[in-house]
């Protein structure tokens, strides 16, 4: 159905505004309703939500539902591995959120009537979702007929691909409707004063140029400072909020990549050494490109100035069946034949009448028509322009008499493109292409140039099999000797191996640097500490792309706070930290001329134009947040006490200040209410999904 494919060209960027929208993207409708207890017990419980158990089945039905509307959006017939897990990401947050608000919009009276979701899909003003979909591309409004037509063929298809597409975006509207009401609400009650309106506002008029004498905390060595445990245990107890952590896992290992070895880059330059004489011979160099090059053919015609000094040199100083190589251009080896000349314009005006095809049917009946419309005009001597207007069906250019105006090479579909570049001027040419049957016609044609059109077996440096077996046996042969973490650390020195690190969760998907680690994730929550990750069959070595990878497990952090013991260095850093800012402020403290202070303390001095509130980044110091507040309270030539920030402790004197003329209130009041109304919606979710104890046991399954 043409509706349908219409949906699927614009239903991407409909659907994309609201997977998109963080916490208001609600793409499934009530994802998990009550079951039998059989299909709840806790072997299959894949997470616990507000102590509501989900099963892996029931989660699994909602992946494969929400990648079926994927495969329909693009009109694929499956997903690649990338795609697959940020469906499953996404069915997880959905999941999560529903089950996390249902509760709360029971509570408040929070729905959508079916009055309203007609209003939503056919009122005056319909859904985003419904105008991006039935957008008219003419008119710029909502094709209300196609709208039409479309609700009825579902309504009689019910259970078709339509049908369960359209329920689909139903809800997307519900969830999307429904959170939005939540969060109108939660905006209603926060109120921004006028005054905190103008106190913001003075501090954003408040401009001044400043001189900054600092003292950074590096210029009190550590080795002055004694931190006691006492101490330690004090900061801990002070900031214990600070300490909060997640479940995760700390794992070193070592890559032992597989590399392409110089004999196996000299076996390919015998290959193409010997291939060259056939290659000279073929009568079909693409076809014979195809079956022994790692690269397609590619058709292309080029000028000399598209094709490197090396290639274009020799293909437009040669003739037709001239071999260049073998050469080496980055990771291949190559040889390349030239082809054929022609002499190609840029650019060429054309215009073409459309019949588009939807099914094989439809393909027999748009060639007749398109024939006799060829006819009308050759035989009949009737004008393309008004044939355009009466029948193509690309109604973009159908307005405009068929006219695409000038077209440059390589921009349209491919036999489209053969057909306007190749073809001789004003000819009538038939051309078949994905959209359906075009009439075409080029009016005009651009300066013509010399283009060539060159046949390249292309093969790729790739380690052989022998060097792929040589690098498993130094791999296997470091993991049989080191099944510790204490050799581990040992070898990995004494070889002068490159040792990473890695935190990691037990959702992650990839560990970074790590083609497909999915793997090495989930054994390393099974690993013991301190001793070398093994995977499903017992082996140490993981082959993650192009490397093996021997790994050990050195940490493990359970969620909650972190023990004093593990983060000890981190509080030594910020008692030290306290200590040095008390000594740099009772060393700079009680001078109001600057440059005698920076004189007596050793202190530096920069200075800085312009300083507002929301002046983070100040220039010569970096970012010091506390630098720009301290600003806005100093008056000309005013100096301030020292200011404690994030590198060191400053003091500030005001040389001039100047004063903004906007007094637009209600603007910045404006202004504040959205951030506080956005910073509410967003921390009130977090409460809720904090409150609902989410378990997570997805890591059980994928």
């Known amino acids: 159905m043409a509706t349908l494919q219409k949906i699927r060209n614009r239903a991407g960027i409909a659907i994309a505004i609201f997977i998109g929208m963080a916490l208001a993207a609600f793409i499934l409708g009530d994802l998990f309703k009550s079951s039998s207890s059989i299909m709840r017990g806790k072997q299959m419980e894949i997470a616990e939500i507000k102590g509501q158990s989900v099963t892996y089945p029931e989660f699994q039905a909602k992946v494969d539902e929400l990648s079926e509307i994927y495969k329909m959006n693009s009109g694929k017939t499956s997903l690649d591995q990338k795609i697959t897990e940020q469906i499953k990401e996404q069915t997880w947050q959905s999941m999560v959120r529903n089950l996390t608000m249902k509760d709360v919009y029971e509570e408040l009276g929070i729905g959508v009537s079916s009055g309203e979701l007609f209003d939503q899909v056919q009122g005056k003003n319909p859904h985003a979702i419904i105008q991006n979909i039935f957008r008219d591309p003419n008119t710029g409004g909502i094709n209300r007929s196609a709208l039409i037509q479309f609700l009825k063929y579902q309504q009689t298809n019910n259970g078709g691909k339509e049908h369960n597409y359209w329920l689909f975006i139903e809800n997307q509207i519900i969830e999307e409707r429904s959170f939005s009401k939540y969060n109108n609400l939660l905006s209603k009650g926060v109120y921004v004063t006028s005054e905190e309106a103008k106190n913001n506002l003075s501090g954003l008029n408040h401009k001044a140029n400043i001189q900054i004498a600092s003292k950074q905390y590096s210029s009190v060595s550590d080795s002055t400072l004694k931190v006691?445990?006492?101490?330690?245990?004090?900061?801990?107890?002070?900031?214990?909020?600070?300490?909060?952590?997640?479940?995760?896992?700390?794992?070193?290992?070592?890559?032992?990549?597989?590399v392409a070895s110089k004999m196996d880059e000299d076996k390919l330059i015998k290959w193409s050494n010997d291939i060259k004489a056939e290659f000279a011979t073929v009568?079909?160099?693409?076809?014979?490109?195809?079956?022994?090059?790692?690269?397609?053919?590619?058709?292309?015609?080029?000028?000399?100035?598209?094709?490197?000094?090396?290639?274009?040199?020799?293909?437009?100083?040669?003739?037709?069946?001239?071999?260049?190589g073998p050469y080496k251009e980055k990771n291949s080896w190559k040889l390349t034949k030239i082809q054929r000349f022609e002499e190609l314009p840029d650019s060429v005006e054309a215009r073409h009448i459309l019949i588009k095809v939807n099914t094989a049917p439809e393909l027999a009946k748009a060639t007749s028509e398109i024939d006799s419309i060829k006819n009308l005009i050759v035989v009949k001597g009737q004008k393309f322009e008004d044939l355009a207007r009466a029948k193509s069906q690309d109604n973009g250019s159908a307005i405009k008499g068929g006219g695409l105006g000038w077209v440059r090479r390589g921009v349209m579909v491919k036999p489209f493109?053969?057909?306007?570049?190749?073809?001789?001027?004003?000819?009538?040419?038939?051309?078949?292409?994905?959209?359906?049957?075009?009439?075409?016609?080029?009016?005009?044609?651009?300066?013509?140039?010399?283009?060539?059109?060159?046949?390249?077996?292309?093969?790729?440096?790739?380690?052989?099999?022998?060097?792929?077996?040589?690098?498993?046996?130094?791999?296997?042969?470091?993991?049989?000797?080191?099944?510790?973490?204490?050799?581990?650390?040992?070898?990995?020195?004494?070889?002068?191996?490159?040792?990473?690190?890695?935190?990691?969760?037990?959702?992650?998907?990839?560990?970074?640097?790590?083609?497909?680690?999915?793997?090495?994730?989930?054994?390393?929550?099974k690993a013991k500490s301190g001793s070398i990750i093994t995977g499903a069959e017992g082996t140490p070595i993981f082959e993650l792309g192009n490397q093996f990878i021997i790994a050990t497990l050195t940490g493990e952090q359970e969620k909650g706070f972190a023990s004093i013991s593990s983060i000890k260095a981190r509080i030594e850093y910020e008692v030290r930290k306290e200590k040095k800012t008390q000594i740099l402020t009772d060393k700079l403290a009680g001078k109001s001329d600057l440059n005698l202070l920076v004189s007596s303390s050793g202190a530096s001095l920069v200075e800085a134009k312009e300083i507002n509130f929301d002046s983070n980044s100040i220039p010569g110091v970096g970012y010091e947040p506390a630098i720009a507040g301290a600003s806005t309270a100093l008056e000309s030539n005013q100096v301030s006490k020292p200011v404690a920030g994030n590198n060191g402790v400053y003091v500030i004197k005001a040389t001039n200040v100047t004063k903004g003329t906007d007094q637009d209130v209600a603007s910045a009041k404006m202004k504040l209410a959205t951030s506080v109304s956005y910073r509410t919606t967003m921390y009130a979710f977090e409460a809720l999904r904090e409150n609902a104890k989410i378990v997570d046991k997805r890591a059980k399954f994928y």
Request: charged share 25%; glycine share 4%; proline share 3%.
């Open 228 to 258: 006691s445990e006492s101490e330690i245990k004090a900061y801990y107890d002070k900031n214990k909020d600070k300490f909060k952590q997640e479940e995760s896992r700390t794992i070193e290992y070592v890559t032992f990549p597989v």
């Open 283 to 324: 009568v079909d160099p693409g076809a014979f490109v195809n079956i022994n090059s790692d690269v397609p053919f590619d058709p292309s015609f080029y000028k000399e100035s598209e094709l490197s000094s090396q290639i274009g040199g020799f293909a437009f100083s040669g003739k037709v069946g001239d071999i260049y």
């Open 417 to 525: 493109d053969e057909a306007i570049f190749f073809g001789k001027l004003n000819e009538l040419q038939v051309v078949k292409t994905q959209f359906g049957i075009h009439l075409v016609q080029v009016t005009s044609r651009g300066k013509t140039a010399h283009n060539v059109q060159l046949a390249t077996i292309d093969r790729i440096i790739e380690p052989s099999s022998q060097t792929y077996q040589a690098t498993y046996t130094t791999a296997s042969k470091f993991a049989s000797s080191n099944q510790d973490l204490k050799k581990f650390k040992e070898s990995v020195i004494a070889q002068r191996l490159n040792k990473r690190t890695a935190n990691i969760r037990e959702n992650d998907k990839d560990i970074t640097g790590l083609e497909n680690s999915r793997l090495l994730i989930r054994a390393a929550y």
